[in-house]
């Protein structure tokens, strides 16, 4: 018989677990073992102590999925218990399903996942697993594969983001220099590189050769004087402007997701929202391509952020290749945290740094087991880097530098001093790139995006070629800027004047009186200082891949430079002060700029991110010592105490807000003395709340409440009199369900009734066939009691990670509270405008 053949399939906190057999309709069967049915004729009867209880225990580690029903009668002492294992003839066959409804179980764009959900999938996937794989030599291999899945997907996503950040250097790095011309001998040669192999270049002008030809050269063959220097000038605003209008173009037509840093978006996406596209290969594809274009141009950006953004699309799409991720969205992100390690592991080549970052930063949910594996991601992203080398110099970034000489306890005074320059740049930052970043969204020059990233590189281009320093790529100003002045450097920093009295040798070069270069310098740095600071206010947003990391160390570099040369050269002129008499003697190297510089680099980028320890982690692995710990962390979380005096959030948090993400920061508390009923919808002059009821709503009722609503769910109730929790169905399962019923049963019209009870009542006759749908309802939401402190709520919603929560009074529903019903109260006790929050 053909009912006979078709299987129910049971729905308990979201799980699919399949019943091959069953004794009745009514004995719903779930992953968690056990269900009561508490089965009555009337809604009041739920009170009576004349009620029949059943209780369904199923064995799931027994192939034939026998179970036992225990039947109890309150009645009297009189219990029974059967062994089940057929169908009752008398459940009507279309009640049952033949498989899982495709589609139930997913999410929709722009909507938020349930965390819940998504772990009870798992957990059955792996019982399911679990008690196949003794049963041949084919489900202990598939049992094997799944276990190591993990592992597999993060040395993928490691392997490509290191081959992909080697590539990403060696063409910025090229593409950087072809600004100011190109090497005749071999094209694909940066400036460095050509100059190697010639024999005709001197140790002060090491990088000028003859196979290298500047554009003025090559155009209108002078290499000096006015006419070169203009030359150069226009070829350089040429090709900033040609790279950067080649960028926002890609962007704009081929993947308009690959602009701006990501890891706003990437800190949503790990909360659990869905952002469709975001992590895809076109926005991968073109966020390489452009990210080398938009860091060619001269833009005071960096590429360190926005190769999280790349890291975390390969992690995406290898995730696709191992069903154990690519159906289990709670499971992807932790794919996802792992490749966030990875990518700071090659943007800084700190892997430690990396999985740090992930965990303070970026992370939502970060279990033990990814801790792991984003370490391994990270080591296997640096090995590759390191294996490419692109910098050609054995090291994983370009501003490596080690220092000799340590640091006094004196020092502390002008590092902090520093910190706090970093915490009022980073408020200040926040600020006014919010500010600017509101404006474009409310005004019509946010509609140009090409016009607006061309003005931008035009005014860059203009103003940064005159001053050496800014014309510079921003990670060799870094490199430049952090490098100890040693007997082989010839940069205008290190012209200091030689003292010829000197009677003995020592490995370090002394303090000495700053020359004229020097002194010149510094009012190039003073420039190059107020240059940046504007412009990577103006510039963080723009619609091509642009990285907050390098402009931000650059900033606290040169402000880092400026203060450790003052401070060397008071402690020459004044070493008899009583600051510098114990420890700074005539003729020793007491000062080391360099390390102010790599100082005010962490405590500017902490003042922007407030990121502590993995920025601390992150710097000393770029230096290579520990010994400069103390004041990293001195600099670091004075910055942070002074950018949290203005305001708590970093750029990241103030940029998921202005996007109106539905992202609750763990970071942020929650004080005000509400309750849930005055967060709950409905309010007081609110329609009702629409809800489902159990058996008696037809498919046209249910097709009418989507339509004319945009509720992502539906609780379920007993009935309109009442107004007991049953459960709570999904908009998208409810439509997805009712299509799929629609073309696989026969009999399902408007008029059918849609129950979501375990038995079917009874119906006349002529009705047409009912539509069961408790496959789909979620039958343990999660609720709280309308006097709930918001407090409790809101860590509910964090830790949980959940969707919405319903609200009861003595077990009847009184209302719902989703995420955004949060964000908005919280802007609202924050005194911000509510519908900033919502997703626009």
């Not at 050496?468 to 490098?483: C, G, M, V, W």
């Amino acid at each position: 018989m053909e009912s006979e053949q078709l299987f129910h399939r049971g729905y308990y906190r979201n799980s699919y677990n399949s019943i091959t057999s069953a004794s009745s309709d009514e004995e719903l069967l779930d992953g968690a073992g056990v269900i009561m049915d508490f089965q009555t004729s009337e809604d009041d009867n739920l009170l009576d102590g004349d009620t029949a209880v059943v209780i369904c225990i199923m064995n799931l580690n027994d192939e034939d999925h026998h179970f036992t029903s225990l039947e109890i009668d309150h009645r009297g002492t009189h219990y029974t218990m059967t062994n089940g294992g057929s169908i009752n003839s008398s459940t009507h066959l279309l009640d049952l399903l033949d498989e899982p409804i495709p589609g139930v179980g997913t999410y929709d764009d722009f909507h938020t996942i349930d965390w819940v959900r998504e772990k009870c999938k798992d957990r059955e996937r792996h019982r399911r697993i679990n008690s196949k794989k003794k049963e041949s030599a084919w489900e202990m291999t598939k049992s094997l594969y799944d276990a190591w899945s993990g592992w597999l997907v993060v040395t993928l996503t490691g392997l490509a983001s290191g081959a992909l950040a080697g590539l990403i250097d060696i063409a910025a790095d090229w593409m950087t220099d072809l600004k100011e011309g190109i090497c005749l001998s071999a094209l694909w040669y940066n400036h460095e590189q050509c100059c190697w192999g010639s024999n005709e270049t001197t140790f002060e002008e090491r990088d000028k050769c003859p196979q290298w030809k500047t554009w003025a050269e090559l155009i209108i063959g002078q290499a000096e004087g006015p006419g070169s220097y203009i030359m150069n000038y226009i070829m350089y605003i040429f090709w900033a402007l040609s790279f950067a209008f080649l960028a926002v173009s890609l962007v704009k037509v081929f993947a308009p997701y690959a602009c701006g840093s990501g890891i706003p978006e990437i800190k949503t996406i790990l909360s659990g929202f869905i952002i469709r596209g975001y992590l895809g290969k076109w926005t991968l594809m073109i966020k390489t391509i452009t990210l080398v274009l938009a860091v060619a141009s001269g833009l005071s950006l960096g590429k360190e952020g926005p190769l999280v953004h790349v890291a975390c699309c390969c992690g995406n799409i290898f995730s696709y290749l191992f069903p154990k991720y690519s159906t289990n969205e709670a499971k992807k992100r932790e794919v996802l945290s792992a490749a966030s390690a990875a990518g700071v592991s090659v943007a800084f080549g700190a892997p430690i740094g990396g999985v740090l970052f992930s965990l303070e930063e970026v992370s939502y949910y970060f279990p033990l087991k990814t801790l792991w594996r984003s370490f391994f991601a990270a080591l296997v992203a640096a090995f590759v880097l390191r294996s490419i080398n692109p910098f050609g110099n054995s090291r994983l970034v370009l501003f490596y530098v080690e220092y000799h000489t340590p640091w006094y306890l004196f020092e502390l005074f002008p590092f902090i001093l520093l910190g706090v320059f970093g915490g009022l740049w980073g408020a200040f930052f926040i600020r006014a790139n919010i500010a600017w970043c509101r404006r474009r969204k409310s005004t019509k020059f946010g509609k140009y995006p090409v016009l607006e990233v061309i003005i931008v590189a035009a005014i860059t281009a203009v103003i940064a070629f005159p001053n050496p320093y800014t014309r510079l790529n921003t990670s060799e100003l870094i490199k430049e800027l952090f490098t100890d002045c040693g007997p082989l450097e010839s940069s205008s920093l290190c012209d200091y004047r030689n003292d010829m009295n000197a009677s003995k040798i020592v490995d370090d070069i002394p303090d000495r009186p700053a020359g004229i270069g020097v002194y010149s310098a510094i009012w190039q740095l003073c420039l190059a200082l107020i240059f940046k600071i504007i412009m990577t206010v103006f510039t963080f947003g723009i619609k091509v891949p642009s990285g907050l990391f390098i402009p931000s160390m650059a900033i606290g570099a040169i402000a880092g430079r400026i203060v450790g040369i003052a401070v060397e050269q008071l402690a020459y002129y004044h070493h008899d002060w009583f600051i510098f008499k114990e420890w700074c003697e005539v003729g020793a190297d007491c000062i080391t700029p360099g390390l102010y510089a790599m100082v005010g680099a962490a405590a500017c980028l902490g003042g922007v991110t407030r990121m502590t320890v993995s920025l601390v982690v992150i710097v000393f692995e770029l230096t290579g010592g520990l010994e400069y710990i103390v004041p990293l962390m001195a600099a670091v979380m004075t910055s942070k105490w002074v950018g949290d005096a203005f305001g708590r959030e970093g750029i990241y948090e103030a940029h998921i807000r202005l996007n109106g993400y539905p992202f609750l920061d763990a970071k942020e508390e929650f004080t005000h003395t509400t309750l849930a009923a005055d967060v709950m919808r409905p309010r007081r002059n609110d329609p009702p709340l629409a809800v489902l009821t159990q058996d008696n709503m037809t498919v046209d009722d249910i097709e009418n409440m989507i339509n004319e609503t945009s509720y992502n769910g539906f609780p379920v109730i007993m009935s309109k009199e009442s107004q007991r929790l049953v459960g709570f169905a999904l908009r998208r399962d409810l439509t997805i369900a009712i299509e799929s019923a629609r073309k696989k049963q026969e009999g399902i019209v408007g008029s059918s009734r849609v129950c979501f009870a375990q038995h079917t009542p009874s119906l006349p006759a002529e009705s047409p066939r009912p539509l069961k749908l408790r496959s789909i309802l979620d039958m343990s939401p999660f609720t709280v009691t309308d006097h709930t402190p918001m407090e409790i709520v809101v860590d509910i919603f964090r830790k949980l990670g959940l969707r919405q929560c319903l609200v009861t009074h003595n077990g009847r529903l009184l209302g719902i509270i989703t995420k955004k019903d949060i964000l908005r109260h919280m802007a609202q006790t924050a005194n911000q405008d509510p519908a900033s929050i919502m997703f626009n």
